[in-house]
């Protein structure tokens, strides 16, 4: 079946310092989208990214969509201790809405 | 309160036993969702459905099985013969219609350890 590999799998950092996670496709996708799972909470939607190339901010938060719409990033600025948790992307295929295959995850910590 | 209910959030049930989770979301969504998650993976689809009476397999759905009898539920059953059902089960909905643009949303989960 499908599979969408997302990088790196953990990732410890320094208050103030910069994330990003990568999610990489072998085939274009449809559209794809960023969940936020807090530590023993369940995972929430941020954003979704549809058109090649797009780029969206939310706050210190960039998400970029690939131009050839297989690849996909979320960046963080100058991380903060509440940016803490697993950051999985969700990759939509097209066809049924149970195709959306997601990633493992990156699990961020923050070192204040 | 709009949103999604799972219940109980942590589970124990002795090897052999058939236990039923439940899923229930007021959120008028047409299409509900199971997933699993195992500690360093991301979600593995269970089952889905899309509209009341009718549901899918997802990528892991051997021992498991649904119902969808109402638009407001859907409950997971795991079965004796999944062979490792210890998990953090996640359920989520979504509006539905097959729009690739739907978002799901999800429950906070429960906890299912198998002794």
């Known amino acids: 079946g499908q599979q969408v590999m997302q990088i790196p799998q953990y990732q410890h950092v320094q208050e103030g310092e910069d994330f990003t996670t990568y999610c990489n496709s072998s085939?274009?996708?449809?559209?794809i989208q960023w969940y936020k799972q807090r530590p023993g909470g369940h995972p929430v939607f941020l954003i979704q990214?549809?058109?090649?190339?797009e780029v969206k901010k939310q706050k210190r938060l960039t998400f970029q969509f690939g131009e050839a719409k297989k690849n996909s990033s979320l960046h963080i600025t100058a991380t903060q201790t509440t940016d803490v948790g697993t950051y999985f992307c969700?990759?939509?295929?097209?066809?049924?809405?149970?195709?959306?295959?997601f990633g493992k995850g990156t699990k961020l910590s923050v070192k204040p | 309160d709009g949103g999604i209910t799972q219940s109980p959030k942590y589970l124990f049930r002795k090897e052999g036993q058939n236990v039923t989770l439940s899923c229930e979301q007021n959120?008028?969504?047409?299409?509900m969702y199971w997933y699993r998650q195992d500690p360093g993976q991301g979600l593995r689809l269970i089952y889905y459905?899309?509209?009341?009476?009718?549901?899918q397999k997802g990528d892991i759905a051997e021992g498991y099985s649904v119902s969808r009898e109402k638009k407001e539920s859907f409950p997971l059953t795991v079965t004796s013969a999944q062979k490792n059902p210890t998990a953090f089960y996640l359920c989520?909905?979504?509006?539905?219609?097959?729009?690739?643009?739907?978002?799901?949303?999800f429950g906070p989960g429960t906890r299912l350890t198998v002794l």
């Open positions: 459905s899309q509209i009341v009476n009718d549901f």
């Open positions: 959120l008028n969504h047409d299409a």
């Open positions: 085939t274009t996708l449809s559209n």
């Open positions: 990214l549809v058109k090649s190339g």
């Open positions: 969700a990759a939509y295929y097209g066809g049924s809405q149970g195709n959306l295959i």
């Open positions: 989520a909905s979504s509006s539905g219609g097959g729009s690739s643009t739907d978002t799901q949303y």
